[in-house]
């Protein structure tokens, strides 16, 4: 099959079209063939290399986190799909492999597709879906008449969490640059700041959570927004000592962890408001959560580009602007 593949972890190499074999199909796996693809910057931290002692792949290995497309084999012991099913995911870490046209994947990854969308539609919901979740529900229990500021109400996991938020009964308050107002306001965000313009620290107080997605500084000005027992989630880091343990790092490594993320959690502390970091996981059960969500018209997806499966560099390089409005996918069939 073909695939697109990382060969060396290196800023400037792009991935390489290979031919590769089709992955074997465990007894818990789904053997997918691959109808589109989604694009996330984490496939680009993977693809430089940045991430490799957190998650390490062994090279060559086919790049890709988010999937929609076809069961065309079960394997023995699973039991909520069969061959002939739309299905999506986000393929978990260790077991990746999207940008292919066939990924195998443990069942317990995987939800039938919306009914309600296209394949192209459907690859780019799982991981950003998944991430605004497991901060906005499980994480921060957002709930009714609580308020919440989702950083880049504009870029892939912004334009979900502000849909998500607002279904859960929150007031949203984003920041995006002028051209793009008009899109969260349309996706039901209630205060939008121009973050070329105005600074948010000086326009939102009063915050339940926050979720951040920006540089450090943005992180810090978060904790002035917050009331005293907020929560500030940061999926942009520093990974806090909690998210080391939980991934089973090495002491050097947790060691590390720590002490990047002393000084955020030192002043939080001293503000009264608690910092975590949230680093998402696969989930096929709450991505079916999601799937009802989306066919009862409460979330829809936002894509700024389709590109064919042959330009997935092209794909990644535009994702790696920083500017997509939305998500982007690449067609694979
Ligand atoms: N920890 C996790 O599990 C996890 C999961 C998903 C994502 N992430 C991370 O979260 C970050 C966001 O991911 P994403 O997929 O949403 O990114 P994205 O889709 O690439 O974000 C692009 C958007 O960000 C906006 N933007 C850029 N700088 C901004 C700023 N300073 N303030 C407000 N908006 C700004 C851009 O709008 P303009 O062009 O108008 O500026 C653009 O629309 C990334 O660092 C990603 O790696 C982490």
């Not at 394997?75 to 393929?91: I, L, N």
């Given at each position: 099959?073909?695939?697109?593949?990382?060969?060396?972890?290196?800023?400037?190499?792009?991935?390489?079209?290979?031919?590769?074999?089709?992955?074997?199909?465990g007894?818990?796996?789904?053997?997918?063939?691959?109808?589109?693809?989604?694009?996330?910057?984490?496939?680009?931290?993977?693809?430089?290399?940045?991430?490799?002692?957190?998650?390490?792949?062994?090279?060559p290995?086919?790049?890709?986190h988010?999937?929609?497309?076809t069961?065309?084999?079960?394997?023995?012991?699973v039991?909520k799909f069969k061959?002939?099913?739309?299905v999506?995911?986000?393929?978990?870490d260790?077991?990746?492999?999207?940008?292919?046209?066939?990924?195998?994947?443990?069942?317990?990854?995987?939800?039938?597709?919306?009914?309600?969308?296209?394949?192209?539609?459907?690859?780019?919901?799982?991981?950003?879906?998944?991430?605004a979740?497991?901060?906005?529900?499980?994480?921060?229990?957002?709930?009714?008449?609580?308020?919440?500021?989702?950083?880049?109400?504009?870029g892939?996991?912004?334009?979900?969490?502000i849909?998500?938020?607002?279904?859960?009964?929150?007031?949203?308050?984003?920041?995006?640059?002028?051209?793009?107002?008009?899109?969260?306001?349309?996706?039901?965000?209630?205060?939008?700041?121009?973050?070329?313009k105005?600074?948010?620290?000086?326009?939102l107080?009063?915050?339940?959570?926050?979720?951040?997605?920006?540089?450090?500084?943005?992180?810090?000005?978060?904790?002035?927004?917050?009331?005293?027992?907020?929560?500030?989630i940061?999926?942009?880091?520093p990974?806090?000592?909690?998210?080391?343990?939980?991934?089973?790092?090495?002491?050097?490594?947790?060691?590390?962890?720590?002490l990047?993320?002393r000084?955020?959690?030192?002043?939080a502390?001293?503000?009264?408001?608690?910092?975590?970091?949230?680093?998402?996981?696969?989930?096929?059960?709450?991505l079916?959560?999601?799937?009802?969500?989306?066919?009862?018209?409460a979330?829809?997806?936002?894509?700024?580009?389709?590109?064919?499966?042959?330009?997935?560099?092209?794909?990644?390089?535009?994702?790696?602007?920083?500017?997509?409005?939305?998500?982007?996918?690449?067609?694979?069939?």
């Amino acid at each position: 099959m073909k695939a697109f593949v990382v060969d060396k972890y290196n800023k400037k190499r792009m991935l390489r079209l290979a031919e590769m074999p089709v992955p074997n199909v465990g007894d818990s796996d789904v053997l997918v063939e691959v109808h589109a693809a989604g694009l996330n910057l984490l496939d680009s931290k993977i693809r430089t290399g940045e991430f490799k002692l957190i998650l390490p792949y062994r090279r060559p290995f086919i790049l890709g986190h988010d999937v929609a497309g076809t069961v065309i084999r079960a394997g023995s012991k699973v039991r909520k799909f069969k061959p002939g099913d739309d299905v999506y995911a986000r393929a978990r870490d260790g077991r990746i492999g999207a940008f292919a046209e066939f990924i195998a994947m443990d069942e317990a990854d995987v939800a039938l597709k919306p009914k309600n969308l296209s394949m192209e539609e459907a690859a780019s919901i799982p991981l950003v879906g998944l991430t605004a979740w497991q901060v906005l529900v499980e994480r921060a229990n957002l709930r009714k008449g609580q308020k919440v500021f989702i950083q880049a109400g504009s870029g892939g996991v912004g334009t979900f969490a502000i849909q998500l938020a607002k279904h859960l009964g929150a007031t949203v308050a984003t920041t995006v640059s002028a051209a793009s107002a008009g899109l969260v306001k349309g996706l039901g965000a209630d205060v939008v700041v121009d973050y070329r313009k105005d600074d948010f620290e000086n326009v939102l107080s009063g915050y339940d959570v926050v979720l951040n997605s920006q540089d450090a500084k943005t992180l810090e000005k978060s904790l002035n927004v917050l009331k005293p027992g907020g929560k500030l989630i940061s999926i942009s880091g520093p990974p806090d000592p909690e998210f080391a343990r939980e991934k089973g790092l090495n002491l050097v490594l947790r060691t590390l962890l720590r002490l990047l993320s002393r000084g955020i959690r030192t002043k939080a502390r001293r503000r009264g408001v608690n910092y975590s970091f949230l680093f998402m996981w696969a989930q096929g059960y709450q991505l079916s959560k999601i799937t009802a969500l989306i066919e009862s018209g409460a979330i829809r997806p936002v894509l700024d580009r389709v590109f064919p499966f042959e330009s997935t560099n092209e794909a990644l390089a535009y994702v790696e602007t920083g500017r997509a409005k939305g998500k982007v996918v690449v067609k694979v069939r």
